[in-house]
């Protein structure tokens, strides 16, 4: 039988923070790599390589493959099962925990971007420019795209589980958003709207933001019982 209460003692075995530190020292090491210039011959190569193979045919598939990064997909779908979620129980709670969510994601994302000041591969130049000047131009990383569907990808399953009182809505969801973020990070490195080590960047913020975020919208909301918690009648 399904769960029937949406709530249950909070996961004791989670360690958020050790996900996020590791994270957060992958990151490092890639920006590292970069200000050195030990990981930009790597992006030119890989950009080059693509430049001279782009087919016309394979633009509009790449720029879908791409999209999935937009708000319009992951936080949208995040949006609408929150409304549900709040109307159900009654409270705004979902809705403020998505919105924290979302801003705590546009913060972080947009606060390196602007702070490495790296311009995409069509500029020809694979470099941060920290604080450098034009930095309207000079936003590519990380990708906010990878980032967007590693965090909202498991911020859906975690409000689906919740909905449904079925958590395993959190494992599907999970699997949908490791395929998805492949797929985006591939199309944009294809169609050169990001270096490779934007996208893993991306990533790599992406699982440090998700370690912090899901276990606090848990918290605000309590989680979906698991099926061993289910009631037998």
Not at 30 to 52: E, K, P
Not at 109 to 130: C, E, F, M, Q, S
Not at 179 to 186: K, P, R, T
Not at 188 to 206: I, N, Q, R
Request: hydrophobic fraction near 50%; charge should be positive.
């Amino acid at each position: 039988m399904r769960p029937t209460s949406s709530t249950a003692r909070p996961r004791t075995t989670r360690r958020p923070w050790a996900t996020s530190l590791l994270a957060a020292a992958v990151f490092v090491g890639i920006t590292i790599g970069l200000a050195t210039r030990l990981l930009t011959g790597l992006d030119q190569a890989v950009a080059d390589g693509i430049a001279g193979h782009r087919s016309p045919v394979l633009y509009w598939p790449a720029r879908a493959g791409f999209s999935l990064g937009q708000n319009w997909v992951f936080p949208l779908a995040c949006a609408v099962v929150a409304v549900a979620l709040a109307a159900r129980r009654r409270t705004a709670r979902p809705l403020l925990g998505l919105a924290g969510a979302w801003i705590a994601h546009t913060l972080v994302v947009g606060g390196l971007k602007l702070w490495a000041g790296r311009p995409p591969p069509a500029t020809g130049d694979p470099y941060l420019h920290a604080f450098g000047a034009e930095l309207h131009l000079r936003l590519s990383y990380p990708s906010g795209h990878a980032a967007n569907v590693v965090v909202f990808s498991a911020i859906l399953g975690t409000l689906l589980a919740l909905l449904t009182r079925d958590d395993r809505w959190i494992a599907r969801a999970t699997t949908a958003g490791a395929v998805s973020a492949v797929v985006c990070v591939l199309c944009m490195v294809y169609l050169g709207f990001h270096w490779t080590t934007d996208a893993l960047a991306g990533l790599v913020v992406g699982v440090a933001l998700r370690s912090l975020l899901v276990p606090a919208l848990e918290h605000l909301l309590g989680r979906a019982p698991t099926l061993s918690e289910s009631d037998p009648t």
